[in-house]
């Protein structure tokens, strides 16, 4: 499989087309099935109120696609403002006189029929900007990460369920190894060949990783409910001082969402209160639950690295693939991404989808904490804006990977990275363990 020519422009101007139209049908449906009051109102003082986030896409759109990339004038600049993510706090947006629903649909209609003029001139090459339709990429995946947000709002939303789909194809329980050998040695990581991918995917590098093993699949349900049955929220031997503070603080005593019922853990997924599937990722845990399992069960997160070699290195090829699976763009046989569907796949799942050495669900399903900090890699530049990432550079958030069913494929590639603070657990986070190798090697 391989990756698609992106040096053609007709095939650029397409491909950044239809990245542009799969977001706005997505943004669409996120804002179309509720009504106003859902929309200005707001369901977490984590989360914007979803009509901020639906102007704040056309306000990004306008910025880089209208004013830097074709040179026009403001359209609206006196709502410059209100839609800077940097100079309003999430808690704070609904006091703002933010535009109405309506008016907030047609300017961001507005700004995207003038958006689609200026893709049909574009020659992409020249600058930074355009060259292979970087831009046109980069606000294809602010709006999809818009979207992503904006589907986290929904199922903190109280009420009934808004949003439906199907549930992904029942899967065979999976019977492979629990675990993967990754092997020791350099392998090639992060990336300067990907057309859109973003300043912190940027420059690619050697890393040597020595051996280690790998969790074949994202931890289940089933597996971390053994965990809270051996009494795993109340036994700080598990937990990073941090973490034990911030668990007792706030009372947690199980993943976001679950309730115990019955003598069954139950949990509230889009409106919808249902069993706990045993076979599914373990969903909605912070950083600190993830370690603290990972601890429990006497092993630990990957670091990041590890992660990205078990997802791209190619041992036969000795080289970094763009997915697990090879260089060919996601399809649904691949991996659970796009919000086809509103919950994980069953561990396992996706066989079309797995790396070289036979790891699972890399791509798709859940968001996977890492144990590392979020920092630059060596060669670092910002681009095109330092707020994208360079601020967010530290020890104080987490590094997550490969996506979740949340996340739309032009948002999420091998080398693409996420970050958050360990605390949060609203997100679609899950995660898989790992364990040394160097001392079974020798």
């Keep these: 499989m391989t990756a698609p020519d992106l040096t053609d422009p007709e095939t650029l101007r397409e491909r950044a087309l ?31 109120p979803l009509v901020w986030d639906l102007a ?24 410059d403002g209100l839609y800077d993510a940097f100079e309003h706090p999430r808690a704070e947006r609904p006091s703002l006189p933010l535009l109405p629903p309506d008016e907030a649909r047609r300017y961001a209609a507005e700004v995207r029929g003038r958006a689609l003029d200026v893709l049909e001139g574009t020659r992409f090459r020249g600058t930074p900007l355009t060259e292979a339709g970087f831009a046109f990429g980069m606000i294809a995946q602010h709006e999809q990460q818009h979207d992503e947000t904006m589907l986290i709002t929904h199922q ?32 090639t990581m992060g990336t ?5 991918a973003l300043d912190n995917e940027r420059p690619a590098h050697q890393r040597l990783v020595p051996p280690f093993f790998i969790d074949t699949t994202p931890v289940t349900n089933a597996a971390y409910q053994a965990f809270i049955a051996d009494g795993g929220y ?16 706030h009372s947690i005593e199980a993943p976001l969402f679950w309730r115990r019922e019955g003598g069954q853990w139950l949990r509230r997924r889009f409106g919808v209160t249902e069993v706990v599937p045993p076979d599914e990722p373990v969903l909605h845990v912070s950083w600190y639950e993830a370690d603290a399992y990972a601890r429990w069960a006497g092993r630990r997160l990957p670091t990041e690295t590890e ?30 991404l796009g919000q086809r569907h509103l919950r994980p796949a069953p561990a396992g799942s ?25 920092m630059p890699y060596p060669g670092f530049t910002a681009f095109p804006y330092k707020e ?26 091998g080398t693409f990275r996420n970050w958050d603070y360990p605390i949060r657990r609203q997100i679609f986070s899950g995660f898989r363990t790992a364990r040394d190798a160097a001392t079974e090697m020798t």
Aim: net charge negative; hydrophobic share 35%.
């Design 18 to 48: 239809a990245a542009l139209t799969t977001a706005r049908d997505r943004t669409a449906l996120l804002t179309s099935c509720v009504e106003d009051p859902d929309l200005t109102a707001q369901h977490s003082p984590l989360m914007s």
């Design 56 to 79: 704040h896409i056309g306000n990004q759109e306008e910025m880089w696609l209208l004013r830097e990339v074709a040179g026009r004038d403001a359209m609206r600049p006196e709502i």
């Design 156 to 187: 903190l939303r109280k009420g009934p369920a808004a949003l439906t789909a199907p549930d992904p194809a029942p899967a065979p329980q999976f019977t492979g190894p629990a675990e993967v050998l990754v092997p020791g040695g350099p392998f």
């Design 192 to 196: 300067s060949a990907e057309p859109w």
């Design 234 to 249: 109340g036994d700080p031997r598990w937990w990073s001082p941090d973490g034990w503070t911030h668990i007792r603080s």
């Design 307 to 336: 992660w990205e070699k078990a997802a791209r290195h190619d041992p036969a090829a000795d080289r970094s693939t763009r997915y697990p699976w090879g260089d060919a763009d996601p399809t649904p046989e691949h991996a659970n």
């Design 350 to 374: 996706y066989p079309a989808g797995e790396s070289p050495l036979g790891v699972r669900q890399l791509i798709g399903d859940v968001w996977e904490w890492t144990a590392s900090d979020f």
């Design 388 to 413: 994208y990432s360079e601020v967010f550079f530290g020890p104080e958030h987490k590094v997550l990977r490969g996506g979740s069913f949340a996340v739309d494929a032009v948002a999420c590639r």
